[in-house]
């Protein structure tokens, strides 16, 4: 079984950062894709930013040049660099992997981690 579990949420100040991880548990998987999305209160979840297995990144217009999605395959683990910080960005962030576990026949999974809180105020 794989489990993500996010890390990394927290106040702060605008124009503030913080860092957010993602990591994966489990045995005998690989990870494809992973993004990141976020639902801020009345709202629906939305999509922050992807990352293919090959690197490829994508972002929301509205996260572009501030924010910065990087994963480290060796650790398992999926970032968000978040930079110049706004009020707007307040949401819970949540992590979302897709890729396949060996149990030991071969099942695709797609997962999504429990949710960290990111408040950006003064």
């Known amino acids: 079984q794989v489990r993500l579990v996010e890390s990394g949420g927290g106040l702060v100040q605008p124009g503030g950062s913080l860092r957010l991880s993602c990591v994966a548990s489990g045995s005998d998987f690989t990870i494809y894709a992973a993004s990141w999305h976020r639902q801020a209160p009345g709202r629906q979840r939305a999509l922050v930013a992807s990352i293919t297995s090959h690197g490829i990144t994508n972002y929301t217009d509205s996260v572009k040049g501030r924010f910065t999605i990087s994963r480290d395959n060796a650790k398992n683990t999926v970032y968000l660099d978040m930079n110049s910080l706004k009020p707007d960005d307040t949401a819970v962030y949540y992590c979302?992997?897709?890729?396949?576990?060996?149990?030991?026949?071969?099942?695709?999974?797609?997962?999504w981690g429990q949710g960290t809180q990111v408040t950006v105020s003064s």
């Open positions: 979302n992997a897709q890729g396949m576990v060996v149990t030991p026949t071969i099942v695709d999974f797609n997962l």
